[in-house]
């Protein structure tokens, strides 16, 4: 199970860090990232980082302003976002891989969490 926290309404500029806890067969997951989902869009991919070697995928957008980092002991992942964007908005969802894919596609991972929202405003 993945719980996701801290998403929330942030001005422009702002910043805002995420959470992702897993419980349960943790011992089964490998890579684990961030999708995002903003209104009348397809989910798109965030990030994502290794459990074997912690490297760190992002997509372009977010490149050079969210950092993505794991803390293996206490199963968490972490998506610290800074100098937001309105366009940043959307559902923001972590997800979790058995076999260590560091694709982007929505089919390659596992596990979902159920979610929180993050609201950029102008």
């Known amino acids: 199970q993945l719980q996701a926290s801290g998403g929330g309404l942030v001005q422009a500029g702002g910043s805002l860090r995420l959470s992702c806890a897993a419980s349960g067969r943790t011992s089964s997951i490998y890579t684990m990232a961030w999708f995002r989902q903003a209104p009348g869009k397809e989910r798109e991919f965030v990030a994502c980082?290794?459990?074997?070697?912690?490297?760190?995928y992002y997509a372009d957008s977010v490149k050079g302003r969210f950092t993505m980092s794991r803390d293996n002991a206490k199963s968490t992942v972490y998506l610290q976002m800074n100098s937001l964007k309105p366009e940043d908005t959307a559902v923001y969802y972590c997800?979790?891989?058995?076999?260590?894919?560091?694709?982007?596609?929505?089919?390659?991972?596992?596990?979902w969490g159920q979610g929180t929202l993050v609201t950029v405003s102008s």
């Open positions: 997800a979790a891989d058995r076999f260590g894919t560091t694709r982007p596609e929505v089919g390659e991972y596992d596990y």
């Open positions: 980082i290794s459990r074997r070697d912690y490297r760190t």
